[in-house]
């Protein structure tokens, strides 16, 4: 089985401008989940979404946001960037959602704001 | 206070040691604990995943936790160059609908 897909690897945006980061899960996983990572702060949670709703949320302010699709893909935007959302973002799918199973991660999407 | 404490390192060992990572905890909901290997420019690995308290193993790697200190650990034997990572815990609960709260990670160095 092909594993979690991230794209692009890397990003280089200015400061105010917007992104829009992309996950394909494993294959049969419909619950995605998003977090944020940084040398500071380690892994943050963001989000998770689950037949294209989303089930679970961090404590990120509302320019982060994200959506699911129904063959379970999943995008990640943020708007209006500063310098501080430089981290690697890291997007993770698992088979369901409402029970434990453990995530499996993409190898992320390295974003530079200047 | 975080929730999951984890000492960054960087922790340095020669090969064949025996490396011992651990992670505090402060929420005594959490059921579900994970270990993922994390090396430069990847994503987290999962590496070992277990519920309750008690130990796991597999293969080089043993897990264990324990509930009552809110203490759980990753043991590696006969550490190989090759584990040079950072490794950090996680551990969840069915209260909060699951999410997987990471430790800091440890940088490991394991040196030939």
């Known amino acids: 089985k092909a594993g979690v897909t991230q794209t692009p690897r890397y990003l280089i945006k200015t400061r105010g401008q917007q992104v829009t980061l992309s996950c394909s899960p494993i294959?049969?996983?419909?619950?995605v989940s998003w977090y944020q990572q940084t040398p500071g702060q380690g892994l943050q949670f963001l989000f998770e979404y689950f037949s294209e709703t989303q089930r679970n949320k961090g404590n990120f302010p509302g320019r982060f946001s994200g959506r699911q699709f129904s063959n379970s893909r999943s995008e990640m935007n943020v708007s209006t960037l500063e310098l501080g959302d430089s981290a690697l973002y890291l997007c993770?799918?698992?088979?369901?959602?409402?029970?434990?199973?453990?995530?499996?991660f993409g190898n992320g999407t390295r974003l530079t704001v200047t | 206070q975080k929730e999951v404490e984890q000492d960054p390192g960087p922790l340095s060992v020669p090969e064949g040691a025996i490396v011992s990572l651990n992670c505090t905890y402060s929420?005594?909901?959490?059921?579900?604990f994970m270990w993922y290997r994390q090396y430069s420019r990847k994503g987290p690995e999962l590496l070992m995943y277990t519920y309750s308290s008690g130990n796991k193993e597999d293969g080089r790697f043993t897990a264990q936790v324990d509930k009552s200190s809110k203490y759980i650990s990753l043991f590696i034997r006969d550490s190989q160059p090759s584990d040079s990572a950072t490794y950090l815990c996680a551990m969840s609960a069915s209260t909060g609908g699951f999410k997987t709260i990471f430790g800091a990670g440890t940088r490991l160095f394991v040196k030939a």
């Open positions: 929420n005594s909901a959490f059921q579900y």
């Open positions: 993770a799918s698992r088979e369901r959602t409402g029970e434990n199973s453990p995530l499996h």
């Open positions: 294959s049969g996983h419909r619950s």
